[in-house]
């Protein structure tokens, strides 16, 4: 008999499988920290540049210098560490005067950072010294760059326009793009609204009341997203790349510098290397945890453990799905869609007026349909009625409901890290 312990929120859940055929933990694999970060990060933007010169010889005084970075949703890859860095390196080391420096956070739709915030992102030291400045996609002021193949109008801010451009992103999967980090802090990042919404709307399939089968996470190859963005970022063409590659704790793995596709694309090889994990078919149950607070705050936070789980269940299985969700359903910007979902207009509204996070909402009820999806949660059922939950708020009464005997299961003790994959027959 198997016996595990599954985080869920700030407690664990104890579950033993009686009689089951097989059960295999699906777990990432995690590469050492950085124990030296001011060596790494010389090394790696200097000796071991990918299809890149060294950024010295990138950078001369008198350039005007742009660095993106991301906002504080994407903290976890603690960027400040590499604006620690850069910022001194550029400006004691290469020459380039403070003031010609400008860090542009890549908001895409996202609110503006408050100072504290901004701070926090670039280091209290950093923000003494250089201007920091807070994207906006409605500013009529953007710059019109021209239209990729796939018909998107590119307008982007103009302080990529011009300058030299450095990227800061944290790699990791996604849902829509395949991968994040790199390009995307092009678009959505400092890009308009129209711009934004033209290129995700191809998330959606464009003959069907469904998702693009051309998305996913890990999916790059013929995305016609992950395409379009890599057009629109060409068209901005930064001269480097800066990619953090994070382990589940935040712990920084690796810096992966250099021409800024093929650099990120390195770095999404070495996180579906750590996180992407090979299986030989799917299985009768998945049981799947967020990893606890805050990963499972709410619903919206923990959606993505679902989403990347819901892949390795076999037709007709079952998926358990552990999240405490203490503040409900999430933001509205996410969780409102229910109202459309109950009226039966999602996809036509999300077509409408297409946000990442009615799409993430839309993501969650087709993942919902694959299987019988048993929830552990703290939100009352009705609150989630017509999602395509079975809830429950305590584990004993899920647990009368599943039958483990004879079944193949996998147990994701840390979800929203974990991305199973089919491996194809010889």
Not at 52 to 73: A, N, Q, W
Not at 95 to 105: S, W
Not at 210 to 236: C, F, Q, T, W, Y
């Amino acid at each position: 008999m198997t016996k595990v312990s599954l985080s869920y929120g700030d407690s664990s859940v104890d579950l033993e499988f009686d009689g089951a055929k097989s059960v295999r933990i699906l777990k990432g694999d995690s590469l050492p920290s950085v124990p030296d970060f001011k060596s790494a990060f010389l090394k790696a933007v200097n000796r071991e540049c990918i299809d890149s010169k060294p950024l010295k010889e990138l950078i001369s005084p008198g350039d005007k210098v742009t660095i993106v970075t991301s906002d504080i949703t994407r903290f976890w890859m603690r960027q400040d560490q590499v604006c620690a860095q850069l910022i001194p390196y550029l400006h004691d080391d290469l020459g380039v005067a403070y003031e010609d420096i400008v860090i542009l956070i890549a908001l895409g739709t996202h609110r503006a950072q408050t100072e504290e915030e901004l701070r926090m992102l670039v280091t209290p030291e950093i923000y003494q010294k250089v201007k920091v400045v807070n994207h906006d996609c409605l500013n009529p002021n953007l710059q019109f760059l021209g239209t990729t193949s796939r018909g998107t109008r590119v307008y982007v801010n103009p302080l990529v326009v011009g300058r030299k451009v450095i990227l800061i992103g944290g790699t990791i999967h996604h849902l829509m793009a395949g991968y994040g980090g790199g390009r995307k802090n092009i678009l959505p990042g400092i890009c308009g609204k129209t711009t934004i919404t033209q290129n995700h709307i191809h998330a959606l399939s464009p003959t069907m009341p469904k998702s693009n089968p051309l998305i996913g996470m890990g999916v790059l190859e013929r995305n016609p997203v992950n395409e379009d963005m890599n057009e629109v970022a060409e068209m901005v063409a930064p001269i480097f790349g800066i990619n953090i590659v994070m382990d589940t704790q935040s712990g920084n793995c690796r810096l992966i510098c250099g021409h800024f596709i093929r650099s990120w694309e390195e770095s999404c090889r070495v996180v579906q290397q750590m996180m992407g994990i090979p299986i030989e078919k799917k299985a009768d149950i998945v049981v799947v945890s967020c990893g606890g607070y805050p990963k499972d705050i709410n619903l919206y936070q923990g959606v993505k453990a679902l989403i990347n789980a819901i892949d390795a269940v076999k037709e007709g299985g079952k998926l358990i799905f552990l999240a405490e969700c203490r503040e409900g359903g999430g933001a509205p910007a996410y969780f409102s869609w229910i109202d459309s979902l109950r009226r039966g207009t999602l996809d036509e509204d999300l077509r409408r007026d297409f946000t990442i996070s009615g799409y993430i909402f839309y993501a969650s009820c087709e993942a919902m349909a694959k299987a019988e999806v048993l929830m552990l949660t703290q939100i009352p059922a009705e609150t989630l009625d017509g999602m395509g939950a079975r809830v429950f708020n305590r584990i004993n009464d899920l647990l009368r409901e599943t039958d483990f005997r004879g079944k193949d299961i996998y147990v994701l003790p840390y979800g929203g890290y974990t991305v199973p994959y089919l491996v194809p027959e010889e």
